[in-house]
């Protein structure tokens, strides 16, 4: 029985662990700080109308430089906008097809079933006009640097004007608080009231920061709600076969002893 | 039912007695009557290579092997394949659950002594079971054709080149190139495929030496007759069928919340030969051999210690002098077998850092001794170490004095 109960505590911490956020071990003496996201925990959920303001940062400012390649535009009627305003969103952009009949390459407005098109042609172009510097595709960026969404925000949120004293700063590069290093060649993004939401939420930086982190949240891990809310279900019923699990096996055993 | 006595069942029965193996082995198998749930961790492995075979295939029907597409064909199965995402995190946590599952059932081993006579061949097959997973992991790391799968692929086949003569050209050949390309990533694949079949294989062979020399216990003495045993099912099934509702809780735990907890960030940037990572690691459970390798300041004396690692587990049966098998009889035995457990986690923990100030000394003091556990202590215990008196019989120790506890 002293067994049993270890390996439960065991399985139940494995749960309770994977329910709160990562560590925050950031490279680099960079410093980040922990955020409430509403995706978090094992009950967690994607806040709609944040999802909506953070798609609007992203179209009207990130999108300038930084692509979204692994999104599709129909992926955007599974976060609450309906399929005139995804419809919309594709046609606003210019998609390169063909050939057609004649073999020829031409262009027309993006369909839902296409993916969000990129600022840039390729990684020289992009190069080529960012000084140097290439802005990452932002489709995986949540999942793909330690600290996750409070990395980001904390991205977006820490910039600073001046070096602190005694910091040699490269040419074109600003100083941030959370990224690795502290020199970052992308120049501060965000600005207080920099757009205009259209819910009529006030934009302030930290808004805007939190809106468009929880976007890029879900474009990293569209599966997260069909993944947390299956695994309720899972769990619940993998504890109470284990459950019965048990008992069969105590009346099995009770026989011998 | 089909039953072995009548009609078909019968018909097929005098040709293959394929009903009478099944009888002889999952039901009748005798098991001593006193295995503890240590013993449960065997069971978890088969179950969860099967669980590996099944979500493996099935991703391999989605998967591209060409460095152009592997990165976009996984993710693809992340968000567009019903269930993709699923699949991929049950495959790659199933990984970490083999791992885990099968360091305790090693562990288990080497406390309970069940490497000594006359299980080596059972031992020795068990360590070609783990290098075989070894291999069949880090190849299938590099699959996803992340940063980390890169660089790790880059940093692990160069150690060959460490060979005296003809490292170089070894390199070469494991690469089909002149650097990790796309003829790495194809035959990786391919191997990555075959390996977990030939491991099935292996472990046929494993459980079929268990069942001539039958299962050690915690009291590390053989089954003496009747009374100290039990028929394997319905004891043992229903012991096993509990212990996999635990390891499945654990398990779907970390699939549906955790997926990425082990996992390196860097693997979801698509590998970039141009840009190298700042800190390359390899996936935890390779960690403590990382630490060996970089313990030793000499380039070849490293890949030796490392490879050197794990094939003196080959040797342990015969550097273990004690006739005693179970560490509960072994009074010192007991106390270093839990110095080198945690010799081994503080080698997994210096492996996840850089080798810089204190860690290298600290991994090479672990090193040393992991080496030294093997062939210092285990020799010399066997000489000087008193052991306490094993009990007369299993059925003795467990139904009427009460089992010893520990």
């Known amino acids: 029985m002293r067994k049993v109960t270890l390996l439960l505590v065991i399985a139940i911490g494995f749960g309770l662990l994977s329910g709160g956020p990562r560590p925050a071990i950031a490279a680099g003496g960079a410093e980040y700080e922990h955020q409430e996201w509403t995706f978090n925990g094992i009950f967690g959920r994607f806040d709609r109308a944040a999802l909506r303001r953070g798609h609007q940062v992203y179209r009207e400012v990130c999108s300038a430089c930084h692509g979204l390649k692994r999104i599709a535009y129909r992926n955007l009627m599974d976060i609450g906008f309906s399929e005139e305003e995804a419809k919309e969103i594709a046609a606003e952009a210019t998609v390169t097809d063909g050939p057609n009949d004649e073999g020829e390459m031409f262009d027309r407005s993006g369909k839902l079933s296409d993916r969000f098109v990129s600022p840039f042609p390729n990684d020289q172009a992009a190069r080529y006009s960012n000084n140097g510097a290439l802005p990452p595709d932002l489709s995986l960026i949540v999942k793909a640097r330690k600290g996750g969404a409070d990395y980001l925000y904390s991205l977006m949120t820490g910039y600073a004007d001046e070096a602190p004293e005694g910091m040699e700063m490269m040419d074109g590069m600003s100083y941030n608080r959370a990224f690795p290093g502290h020199q970052i060649a992308m120049p501060q993004p965000l600005y207080e009231d920099l757009i205009e939401y259209e819910d009529g939420t006030p934009a302030s930086v930290e808004q805007q920061a939190k809106d468009v982190t929880t976007f890029l949240a879900w474009a990293a891990e569209p599966e997260l709600e069909a993944r947390k809310s299956l695994g309720l279900k899972v769990l619940l019923f993998m504890i109470l ?13 009770s026989k011998l002893h | 039912m089909i039953s072995p ?50 979500t493996g295939i099935v991703l391999a029907m ?134 977990p079949f030939v491991i099935v294989g292996v472990v046929i062979l494993h459980i079929w030496a268990l069942h001539t020399v039958k299962s050690n216990n915690p009291l590390g003495i053989d089954m003496k007759g009747p009374q100290d045993s039990i028929p394997f099912h319905p004891y043992y099934t229903a012991k096993d069928y509990f212990g996999l509702g635990v390891f499945l809780i654990a398990y779907m735990a970390i699939v549906f919340f955790a997926p990425n907890f082990f996992g390196e960030p860097d693997n979801y940037i698509p590998a970039n030969p141009m840009a190298t990572p700042p800190h390359i690691v390899p996936e935890w459970y390779f960690l403590p051999y990382y630490a060996i390798l970089r313990a030793i300041p000499d380039k070849l004396g490293g890949v030796i210690a490392m490879f050197g690692s794990l094939l003196i587990l080959f040797v342990l049966p015969w550097l273990d002098r004690s006739k005693v098998r179970s560490a509960r009889f072994r009074p010192i035995y007991k106390q270093f077998f839990w110095l080198f457990l945690v010799d081994c986690i503080v080698l997994g923990w210096v492996g996840a850092n850089p080798p810089e100030g204190k860690f290298v000394l600290i991994g090479q003091v672990a ?6 556990h093997f062939l210092i202590i285990l020799p010399l215990l066997g000489l000087v170490e008193k052991t306490k008196p094993l009990p007369e019989s299993i059925a003795a120790a467990v139904t009427t004095t009460g089992p010893p506890k520990d």
Do not use: C
């Not at chain 2, 562990?107 to 069940?114: E, I, K, P, T, V």
């Not at chain 2, 090193?367 to 030294?372: E, G, K, L």
């Open chain 2, 5 to 54: 006595d009548k009609g078909i069942g019968k018909w097929i029965e005098d040709r293959l007695p394929i009903f009478e193996f099944a009888k002889h082995s999952l039901v009748d198998y005798p098991t001593p009557r006193n295995l503890n749930y240590w013993w449960n961790f065997g069971s978890l492995a088969g179950i969860t290579l099967v669980i590996m075979i099944v």
């Open chain 2, 367 to 372: 090193t040393a001794y992991y080496f030294s």
């Open chain 2, 62 to 195: 989605q998967y591209t092997p060409h460095v152009d597409y592997a990165f976009d064909s996984v993710e693809r199965v992340m968000r567009d394949v019903n269930y993709g995402w699923l699949l991929r995190y049950l495959h790659m946590n199933g990984a970490t659950m083999f791992f885990i599952v099968v360091y305790i059932h090693i562990f288990r081993g080497l406390y309970y002594g069940s490497y000594k006579s006359p299980r080596e061949l059972l031992w020795w097959l068990g360590v070609v079971i783990l290098l075989l997973m070894m291999a069949t992991a880090f190849m299938g790391y590099v699959l996803p054709w992340g940063q980390m799968s890169f660089w790790a692929t880059t940093v692990i086949t160069n150690l060959f080149s460490a060979v005296p003569l003809v490292g170089e050209s070894i390199v070469t050949w494991l690469w089909g190139g002149f650097a990790v390309g796309n003829p790495t990533l194809n035959r990786f694949y391919a191997l990555h495929y075959l390996l």
């Open chain 1, 241 to 253: 076969l284990t459950a019965m699990l048990y008992a069969v096996k105590r009346r099995v055993w």
